[in-house]
């Protein structure tokens, strides 16, 4: 197998003002892993937060480059990535997501399936995905709201976290009032300490919202259960809960725990999630970073799992490069075309890696 990659610049429609940072852009790797003729793809984005710049990324899928040519075809890879055979100390799980789209998008290809078979779901999923509406003042909130409502959206998530919680609840309200029907999502991105959370959450239940995502500050993730207990409304890990084994400590503990491929290490490691927390009262969200199409489509592929779908990361772009999982009508879904079914826009092709 021979994988090349190329580097994009990803532009924001808008800012995304979050509790802890704003952004304007991000760059996206593209991964590509060519056999017989044959392409799978698969991206990572830049991420502040998680330390990935594009040398970065960059130089970690080269390597990954190097480990795939010693395999004979992507069915074999895909089986070693998923037995723990090819794993690499250091390597972040964003590019070990990545690698594994690329080479389900070619085992799909291949097999004439779309990826959501190979998982074993007959059906293509879809589901009802969040939008974001960022940290903006109330009438910039509502107008937003009106609009996506309009689109079709019927669940919005707000960000929250402002040093004036105020700000917060008035943003909620004006968003409530302009999007009567919806279902309301809030995530303060860990800027709430236990005393906040619990002075404020019962004023966001009055006002209708129907879970909170990281309330508090990662890193304590016991603070986090012991909120969940006397929350008035389900509290969804995500910060506190990056793979499995958060997961397994977490289970019947807290409401929900959102999972990003870019987060735990990809298709594989999510469904490890889902099977812990079955039958355990804790639900599956599914989650992303601001990525393209290419970025968001292995978990659609999953929708069919989640109680809560958050994947609109492509829908904050000022242009998507590919296209194939819907989204601006509120809803993502994927096809019965081979692989994960997506495509480069015409006028994007040369950037094809």
């Given at each position: 197998?021979?994988?090349?990659?190329?580097?994009?610049?990803?532009?924001?429609?808008?800012?995304?003002?979050?509790?802890?940072?704003?952004?304007?852009?991000?760059?996206?790797?593209?991964?590509?892993?060519?056999?017989?003729?044959?392409?799978?793809?698969?991206?990572?984005?830049s991420?502040?937060y998680?330390?990935?710049?594009?040398?970065?990324?960059?130089?970690?899928?080269s390597?990954?480059?190097?480990?795939l040519?010693?395999?004979?075809?992507p069915?074999?890879?895909?089986?070693?990535?998923r037995?723990?055979?090819?794993?690499r100390?250091?390597?972040?799980?964003?590019?070990?997501?990545?690698?594994?789209?690329?080479?389900?998008?070619?085992?799909?290809?291949?097999?004439?399936?779309?990826?959501?078979?190979?998982?074993?779901?007959?059906?293509?999923?879809?589901a009802?995905?969040?939008?974001?509406?960022?940290?903006?003042?109330?009438e910039?909130?509502?107008?937003?709201?009106?609009?996506?409502?309009?689109?079709?959206?019927?669940?919005?998530?707000i960000?929250?976290?402002?040093p004036?919680?105020?700000?917060d609840?008035?943003?909620?309200?004006?968003?409530?009032?302009?999007?009567?029907?919806?279902?309301?999502?809030?995530?303060?991105?860990?800027?709430?300490?236990?005393?906040?959370?619990a002075?404020?959450?019962?004023?966001?239940?009055e006002l209708?919202?129907?879970?909170v995502?990281q309330?508090?500050?990662?890193?304590d993730?016991?603070?986090?259960?012991k909120?969940?207990?006397?929350?008035?409304?389900?509290?969804?890990?995500?910060?506190?809960?990056v793979?499995?084994?958060?997961?397994?400590?977490?289970?019947?503990?807290?409401?929900?725990?959102?999972?990003k491929?870019?987060?735990?290490g990809?298709?594989t490691?999510?469904l490890?999630?889902?099977?812990?927390?079955?039958?355990?009262?804790?639900?599956?969200?599914?989650?992303?970073?601001?990525?393209s199409t290419?970025?968001?489509?292995?978990?659609?592929?999953?929708?069919?799992?989640?109680?809560?779908t958050?994947?609109?990361?492509?829908?904050?772009?000022a242009?998507?490069?590919?296209?194939?999982?819907?989204?601006t009508?509120?809803?993502?879904r994927?096809?019965?075309?081979?692989g994960l079914?997506?495509?480069?826009r015409?006028?994007?092709?040369?950037?094809?890696?």
């Amino acid at each position: 197998m021979k994988a090349t990659r190329r580097t994009v610049r990803l532009e924001l429609t808008e800012p995304l003002r979050i509790s802890r940072s704003t952004m304007a852009a991000r760059d996206a790797v593209w991964l590509s892993v060519e056999h017989e003729g044959q392409r799978g793809y698969g991206e990572v984005v830049s991420s502040v937060y998680y330390g990935l710049d594009t040398d970065t990324i960059g130089g970690l899928l080269s390597e990954a480059a190097l480990d795939l040519a010693r395999f004979p075809d992507p069915e074999t890879a895909l089986g070693a990535l998923r037995s723990g055979e090819w794993s690499r100390d250091g390597v972040p799980p964003a590019v070990t997501a990545a690698v594994e789209s690329a080479l389900l998008d070619l085992a799909g290809k291949r097999a004439d399936a779309p990826v959501h078979r190979l998982l074993g779901t007959a059906a293509p999923p879809s589901a009802a995905t969040a939008r974001t509406i960022g940290i903006t003042s109330p009438e910039r909130a509502a107008t937003q709201a009106g609009r996506l409502a309009r689109d079709g959206f019927t669940v919005l998530k707000i960000k929250a976290g402002t040093p004036d919680p105020h700000d917060d609840l008035e943003r909620v309200r004006a968003v409530r009032a302009a999007a009567p029907h919806v279902r309301l999502l809030l995530d303060p991105n860990g800027a709430w300490t236990p005393r906040d959370a619990a002075r404020l959450l019962p004023r966001f239940a009055e006002l209708g919202v129907e879970a909170v995502e990281q309330p508090l500050a990662p890193g304590d993730p016991e603070a986090l259960a012991k909120l969940a207990e006397r929350s008035p409304l389900p509290v969804i890990a995500d910060e506190d809960a990056v793979g499995p084994e958060d997961a397994r400590r977490l289970a019947g503990r807290v409401h929900g725990i959102n999972v990003k491929l870019a987060k735990c290490g990809g298709v594989t490691a999510a469904l490890r999630i889902a099977k812990l927390l079955a039958g355990t009262g804790t639900h599956l969200m599914l989650g992303c970073l601001t990525a393209s199409t290419l970025g968001i489509a292995p978990a659609v592929h999953l929708a069919d799992r989640a109680r809560w779908t958050d994947l609109d990361g492509h829908l904050l772009l000022a242009h998507d490069p590919w296209t194939g999982i819907g989204g601006t009508d509120g809803t993502v879904r994927v096809s019965r075309s081979p692989g994960l079914g997506v495509h480069l826009r015409a006028d994007d092709a040369e950037r094809q890696p």
